[in-house]
């Protein structure tokens, strides 16, 4: 498998943090190697957020890059911030329901997503964030999406209905995603 790196970044509160632990958790079920680095800004709920993930086949040397390959992106300042950010060729996914502009470049491979009418139509508008990590699954193929449900179901143990919830909204986003 190649190598992975993705910025997923949003508004504190929208489970970027815990998608990107999930990706993570995937990954090393599958033994490979993974960074997972957070970022918030100075806010507690509603400032900015973001997280790196690193998934290889080697040992990572440093869990800092300038460019990522993929992006997903929440809402617009996050848009805004990290489009220039992703490498050439690289992919974009971009939340519709929160961002009501277009990718500049056009060099990337964007796919947008309505996620938080998606995740609203199985039951819960707060699973946005698993109906954006579903359609950056099915873009890359990084990790096997079983496995990616297998990690949403550990971190959700104990949760009742949450797991099921959040599983039937990542199932959206690998359908959208082949739109």
Not at 114 to 132: D, F, H, P, R, T
């Amino acid at each position: 498998m190649a190598s992975a790196d993705i910025v997923m970044a949003g508004f504190g509160g929208q489970g970027l943090m815990a998608i990107g632990k999930i990706l993570a958790k995937a990954a090393m079920e599958e033994g490979r190697h993974v960074t997972w680095m957070p970022s918030y800004g100075p806010e507690m709920r509603g400032g900015t957020a973001n997280c790196v993930v690193i998934i290889d086949d080697e040992p990572i040397g440093s869990p800092v890059l300038k460019r990522t390959q993929s992006a997903i992106v929440m809402n617009k300042q996050s848009i805004d911030k990290f489009e220039a950010t992703v490498a050439d060729q690289g992919l974009i996914v971009v939340n519709t329901s929160l961002i009501d502009r277009k990718v500049q470049r056009t060099d990337l491979k964007t796919i947008y997503v309505e996620a938080n009418q998606l995740a609203e139509k199985e039951g819960s508008g707060k699973a946005a964030n698993m109906v954006m990590l579903g359609a950056y699954i099915a873009a890359t193929k990084v990790v096997k999406a079983e496995t990616v449900e297998h990690a949403i179901e550990v971190t959700f143990e104990g949760k009742k209905g949450a797991a099921e919830i959040n599983i039937r909204a990542f199932r959206k986003g690998l359908e959208a995603a082949q739109q």
